[in-house]
T-cell receptor, first 113, second 114 residues
Framework: AQKVTQAQTEISVVEKEDVTLDCVYE???????LFWYKQPPSGELVFLIR??????QNEISGRYSWNFQKSTSSFNFTITASQVVDSAVYFC??????????FGTGTSLTVIP | DTGVSQNPRHKITKRGQNVTFRCDPI?????LYWYRQTLGQGPEFLTY????????KSRLLSDRFSAERPKGSFSTLEIQRTEQGDSAMYLC????????????FGSGTRLTVV
């Protein structure tokens, strides 16, 4: 069975603080893909990153970075120097075959100016 | 191409009525997906199409739900005899074929059953 757990329901930080969003996944497959999506108040889910199970290299994109560790089945997301525009709900998702994504319950991030 | 388009954005209906939603995917994407999202939850898979073929349906998709993609382009999702529990955001997404691609989501249709 596939499962994604985002234990942090809500997080509040003051602008310019760093924040890490946790994601733990379960799968028995050796090949899979992990994703992060952002859902701002407007409601549309915005793709942030994809990582396949064979690539454990961390990735940095501007203020965003991702830490993938297969040993702990985690795919955590860090925002450095947070901004008010980062306020949104963030979803971690797991895809086995590409035809179905399993989403976590999301972490609501509020950045306070 | 401006992305995945969903209509209507909002729908309020009385319990027992039928509703139909439309999704226009990105034109070069041959996969199309429907998800449902309730408040405080992540999206849940309903069904997906590869071109015009409906290849997988979730157990969440009861007999009152039907989806079509007649020409492999736009898709419709119909809910018959709506119930209050059907109130949710219905999301459509599209992607190229291949598990390594992420989805492009539409803005969703918010259904309220009163």
């Amino acid at each position: 069975a596939q499962k994604v757990t985002q234990a942090q329901t809500e997080i509040s930080v003051v602008e310019k603080e760093d924040v890490t969003l946790d994601c733990v996944y379960e799968t028995r497959d050796t090949t899979y893909y992990l994703f992060w999506y952002k859902q701002p108040p407007s409601g549309e889910l915005v793709f942030l990153i994809r990582r396949n199970s064979f690539d454990e290299q961390n990735e940095i994109s501007g203020r965003y970075s991702w830490n993938f560790q297969k040993s702990t089945s985690s795919f955590n997301f860090t925002i450095t120097a947070s901004q008010v525009v980062d306020s949104a709900v963030y979803f971690c998702a797991l895809s086995k075959k590409g035809n179905q994504f399993y989403f976590g319950t999301g972490t609501s991030l509020t950045v306070i100016p | 191409d401006t992305g995945v388009s969903q209509n209507p954005r909002h729908k309020i209906t009385k319990r027992g009525q039928n509703v139909t939603f439309r999704c226009d995917p990105i034109s070069e994407h041959n996969r199309l997906y429907w998800y449902r999202q309730t408040l405080g939850q992540g999206p849940e898979f309903l069904t997906y199409f590869q071109n015009e073929a409906q290849l997988e349906k979730s157990r969440l998709l009861s007999d009152r739900f039907s989806a079509e993609r007649p020409k492999g382009s736009f898709s419709t999702l119909e809910i018959q005899r709506t119930e209050q529990g059907d109130s949710a955001m219905y999301l459509c997404a599209s992607s190229p074929t291949g598990e390594r691609y992420g989805y492009t989501f539409g803005s969703g249709t918010r259904l309220t059953v009163v």
